[in-house]
């Protein structure tokens, strides 16, 4: 009998049967304030034309505690290459991608996904647009699959029917999946279903984690998880994006500022939503509820900094490199209490 191996790396699920796993994501937002991509299209070329960013960023994310390094694969399909008239590259971004979070990925004991997302093709009941759509998620498996991710990503589905393809295109290919569904402001599916019913279903139909991602904030999210908390038996998945949504505007593309009437298209998404960002606080608040409720897989999604992730890795018990460097005010020339510091300056605190 072999001993077993003892430097091999631990895979997502025994990961998640003994603690939290975080997956950072959020890269697209972020790569745009950078200057390296466009809103509106939100096409990651930024990993041919500057893959340095990109590597970067996936580097700060896993130093912020992120479990996991996804490839900037999402958006990257053949709908969204032939909307800009670049279908001729899909398969060299997509490569390329895959490679640089493996490169990442192996200077540190942290997961490689593979990524997909809705296509923009779907339709519910259209044959033909289920074919397609299965043919893009098998292309982009067979890549992520060739570059030998850990698992696979699906995410950000507003139709249960396109979330299951994805799942079974997952499953076709071997790989543990984590499949996440958006919920826009009617909360529910645009195929009419509930999200309980669709993670259920989900569940039902073989995914290894179930849940939701981006469209809501921390406080317009936690209530559908403690609905799919009842509803599903399995793993669950968390990742708000970091905005102040409330009932009465649940998502992050219905947000309105009443201090700016002339925005772009007359609304806050995507590139004005900056006086709604959540604090790092509470995405330490929404990590601990979420966690308590069940939640093992969870991140931060558009919007997302490093700041938040490493907030969200700090409230479940982990020690991510960075935190090195989270706030301690005891040296503040001012607002701090060390014995060293000037007794003129810390009366002058009162008048910051
Ligand atoms: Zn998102």
Redesign the pocket.
């Known amino acids: 009998m072999s001993p077993e191996p003892t430097n091999q790396k631990r895979g997502l699920l025994e990961r998640l049967d003994q603690g939290p796993v975080i997956c950072a994501?959020?890269y697209?937002?972020e790569l745009e304030r950078r200057g390296y991509l466009q809103a509106g299209a939100f096409v990651p070329e930024v990993v041919l034309e500057h893959p340095l960013a990109v590597d970067q960023l996936h580097r700060e994310f896993v130093r912020a505690g992120s479990d996991v390094v996804e490839a900037l694969t999402?958006y990257a399909h053949r709908e969204k290459l032939r909307m800009i008239g670049k279908e001729d590259v899909l398969e060299q971004l997509n490569r390329q991608a895959l490679q640089i979070a493996r490169s990442v990925a192996a200077d540190y004991d942290v997961l490689v996904a593979g990524d997909i997302c809705n296509t923009n093709v779907y339709a519910a009941g259209d044959r033909a647009s289920e074919e397609a759509v299965a043919k893009m998620f098998d292309e982009q498996v067979a890549w992520a699959t060739d570059a030998g991710v850990d698992f696979i990503v699906a995410?950000?589905f507003s139709f249960l029917g396109e979330a299951l393809l994805a799942l079974k295109a997952i499953r076709r290919a071997g790989l543990p999946s984590v499949v996440t569904l958006?919920i826009h402001k009617e909360g529910t599916l645009r195929d009419g279903h509930s999200p309980e019913a669709a993670c259920r279903a989900l569940e039902d139909a073989g995914a290894d984690v179930v849940g939701l991602?981006?469209?809501r904030g921390p406080a317009t999210m936690l209530p559908l998880l403690e609905r799919i908390r009842q509803t599903c038996t399995g793993r669950l998945a968390a990742?708000p994006?970091p905005y102040r949504t409330r009932p009465e505007e649940p998502t992050?593309q219905s947000l309105t500022d009443p201090g700016m009437s002339d925005l772009p298209g007359g609304r806050s998404f995507p590139t004005a939503l900056d006086p709604f960002v959540c604090t790092r606080y509470e995405i330490a608040d929404f990590a601990k509820k979420a966690w308590a409720l069940g939640v093992r897989y969870q991140g931060v999604?558009?919007?997302?900094g490093p700041h938040h992730i490493r907030s969200m890795a700090e409230a479940l018990g982990k020690t991510p490199a960075a935190g090195r460097f989270s706030a301690d005010m005891s040296k503040h020339y001012a607002l701090g209490t060390d014995a060293r510091l000037k007794a003129h300056n810390i009366d002058f605190a009162k008048q910051l």
């Not at 999604?301 to 997302?304: P, T, V």
């Open positions: 994501e959020g697209l937002f999402y995410e950000t958006a991602n981006c469209a990742l994006v992050f999604c558009c919007g997302a």
